[in-house]
């Protein structure tokens, strides 16, 4: 098998098997919205600027995410003190439970991956995969 096949298979059934955990949620969140709100939980004074870097979405998109996410009460804009024209976001209570609940779906996932794997082997995978990230850029 090649490189490429092993990466495209591994990271769809990951992908494959989050959906159907994410479906026994609570929430009717889209795994965009899941993934902004955890893209949120571990940003330092995350603003809508972070979050779109961090997503490699365009600036509007990430707005109208926000909005929503606002809306919904997950998150909390509070007003940024070292940047008057930003806000920071936070997660709000629901959007912490949320949060709670995704992270419990994934430790499930990550948990039956790495069944029956020895430690070593992970903590090889785990710097395999950080240089092969560093290395495309």
């Known amino acids: 098998m090649e490189l490429s096949e092993a990466l495209f298979s591994l990271v769809h059934t990951v992908r494959n098997n989050m959906q159907q955990e994410l479906k026994q949620l609570t929430?009717?969140?889209?795994?965009?919205?899941?993934?902004?709100?955890?893209?949120?939980?571990?940003?330092?004074?995350?603003?809508?600027?972070?979050?779109?870097?961090?997503?490699?979405?365009d600036k509007a998109q990430i707005n109208r995410l926000i909005k929503e996410l606002v809306s919904q009460e997950f998150i909390i804009k509070s007003e940024n003190k070292q940047d008057k024209r930003s806000q920071?976001?936070?997660l709000s209570e629901t959007g912490l439970k949320v949060m709670m609940q995704f992270q419990c779906a994934e430790?499930?996932?990550?948990?039956?991956m790495i069944a029956d794997?020895?430690?070593?082997?992970?903590?090889?995978?785990?710097?395999?995969?950080?240089?092969?990230?560093n290395n495309l850029g």
Do not use: N
């Not at 794997?117 to 990230?133: D, R």
């Open 117 to 133: 794997i020895p430690k070593a082997q992970i903590e090889s995978f785990i710097l395999l995969t950080q240089t092969l990230k």
């Open 27 to 57: 929430s009717d969140l889209s795994p965009m919205h899941l993934k902004s709100l955890k893209v949120i939980s571990i940003i330092d004074d995350c603003t809508g600027q972070k979050l779109a870097d961090f997503m490699g979405r």
């Open 88 to 90: 920071i976001l936070t």
């Open 107 to 112: 430790k499930r996932v990550f948990d039956k």
